[in-house]
């Protein structure tokens, strides 16, 4: 049986004359787990972010994920396989927010992480009577199969040893997908360490890119997972929340065992804002610990913030950036806030009438698309670029990379930032040189 699992590309990545970093940077981890449930189909992984898309073709069945971003370029692509009379599966983020809408693009809708409903659609499918929804509630990662790597085109990737250890989280923030898509008892769930590492274990080269929620979450489980990684003699990078580094001494085993770059969702620097949106890992006295430890270690900072939670004014951008600056966060990502569909954030908004735009492509983080209490569309539109373009100038890059102790860090920043930031065309051009292996090798070296 031929069966073809899809990522959509989002609009804003659809040239395929030009592809960008930003998009070539993870290949799908989700769909290559999924096609671990085909081990004798004749399978295929096509992510139009980094290649062409043929839809001329008849598979048996097309595979399709959905974040709220592609949701319209997954819904064209369903359609018109559908109108061929192929057989169209829709799953991943957006279709279990909403599987209404999914459905009426697709034969069957598959919500929630699919590691178990995927088993048991592909048997029903197999044996002609497939239903029209499968929901994962409690979900047994025990038996997952691993990615099947050899589908994912790693040469055209930077980041090819990305993974997942677990998933979800054990924090309920209001703006987060989390407890729109994780509708069990539970919404932190481990794999088993045993098959973690074997997937480690197939990957060259020394980089290794966490894609966890927070992977700090099961202090036990990681631990015990870094010093199987000590041996392996890894780098790696993950995602961790402002209290575990301070509750105990994982960040220091972590560090002994690899890590060299924490991503940390600091979100505001208003504890307001932070409570008003749930996020309890978060609270701001600790911001400058937390950063000081981090610096000691040696590990760089990934820092992620959203502009328009409501005690924001128009001072937040610039508030936020000089702060970053004078952190010494290596790099940083900007949002506006997002109410994706599914969270308590959007169910509020939508019952106070704030919500301007039902348009899933402006649901990047990069649009307004609420009403504001202190700040106008193009004031939020205006300043999260200008917090880009401050945050990431020379001045901007010396000067944060001067606020820490040690030289060898300050180097390390200036490499790192100034590499990632000032030199996108290049970085372009390796992406459509199809060259990004090349690069893979600098990266182990500035993370060590
Ligand atoms: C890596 C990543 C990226 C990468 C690439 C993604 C890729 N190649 O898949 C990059 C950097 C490009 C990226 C970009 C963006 N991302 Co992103 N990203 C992630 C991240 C951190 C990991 C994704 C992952 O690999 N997860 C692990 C795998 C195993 O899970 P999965 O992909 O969800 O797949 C499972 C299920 O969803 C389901 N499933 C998925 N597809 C299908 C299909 C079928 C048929 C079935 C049955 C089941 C199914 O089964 C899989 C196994 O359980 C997630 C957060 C997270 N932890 O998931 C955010 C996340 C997905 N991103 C998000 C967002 C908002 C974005 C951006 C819009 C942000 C921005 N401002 O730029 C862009 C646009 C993305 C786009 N293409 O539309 C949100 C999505 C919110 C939403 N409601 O859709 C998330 C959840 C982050 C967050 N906390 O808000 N992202
Ligand atoms: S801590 Fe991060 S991943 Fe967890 S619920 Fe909050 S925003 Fe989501």
């Not at 592909?122 to 199969?145: I, L, T």
């Amino acid at each position: 049986m031929k069966v073809k699992f899809i990522l959509p590309v989002l609009k804003e990545a659809s040239d395929s004359s030009f592809r960008a970093l930003k998009y070539s940077m993870f290949p799908p981890i989700g769909l290559a787990v999924l096609a671990g449930f085909c081990p004798d189909d004749d399978v295929e992984i096509v992510d139009e972010h980094i290649e062409d898309l043929s839809i001329d073709d008849e598979p048996d069945l097309v595979c399709i994920q959905t974040y709220i971003t592609n949701a319209y370029r997954a819904y064209k692509i369903a359609d018109t396989y559908r109108s061929r009379g192929v057989y169209v599966a829709i799953g991943g983020i957006h279709a279990t927010t909403l599987p209404d809408e999914a459905k009426a693009h697709a034969d069957t809708v598959l919500t929630g992480p699919a590691e178990n409903i995927f088993k048991e659609f592909m048997e029903d499918f197999r044996n002609k009577h497939p239903q029209p929804f499968y929901h994962a509630f409690d979900v047994d990662f025990s038996n997952a199969p691993l990615p099947r790597r050899e589908l994912i085109k790693k040469e055209k990737y930077l980041m090819p040893n990305s993974l997942v250890f677990s998933r979800g989280c054990v924090n309920k923030c209001s703006f987060c997908y989390i407890s729109s898509f994780y509708r069990g008892k539970k919404s932190f769930y481990t794999y088993k360490l045993d098959k973690v590492l074997e997937d480690i274990d197939r990957f060259d080269g020394k980089h290794v890119y966490f894609l966890d929620d927070n992977i700090f979450a099961d202090k036990n489980f990681s631990a015990d997972l870094f010093r199987e990684i000590r041996g392996m003699k890894k780098l790696f990078q993950g995602a961790i929340t402002v209290d575990s580094i301070l509750k105990d001494e994982l960040i220091e085993l972590a560090r002994d065992c690899g890590m060299r770059s924490a991503f940390i969702g600091f979100e505001s620097l208003s504890e307001n804002n932070l409570k008003s949106v749930d996020k309890r890992s978060n609270l701001t006295e600790n911001y400058a610990h937390a950063i000081k430890r981090l610096d000691t270690l040696g590990i760089m900072i990934n820092g992620s913030f959203i502009f328009g939670l409501d005690d924001d004014d128009k001072a937040v951008f610039k508030n936020t950036t000089d702060w970053a600056i004078d952190s010494g966060i290596t790099t940083a990502t900007f949002h506006i806030l997002t109410p994706y569909p599914g969270t308590k954030l959007y169910d509020n908004m939508k019952r106070a009438g704030r919500i301007v735009s039902g348009d899933w492509n402006l649901y990047d983080t990069r649009n307004l698309i609420f009403n504001h209490p202190n700040i106008t569309r193009d004031e939020m539109e205006e300043g999260y670029a200008n917090a880009y373009k401050n945050f990431y100038t020379w001045k901007g890059i010396i000067s944060a990379a001067k606020q820490h102790e040690k030289t060898k860090m300050k180097l390390k920043h200036f490499t790192y930032s100034g590499a990632w930031k000032k030199f996108n065309p290049v970085w372009d051009f390796l992406v459509n040189q199809n060259m990004l292996g090349n690069m893979r090798k600098m990266i182990d070296i500035t993370m060590k």
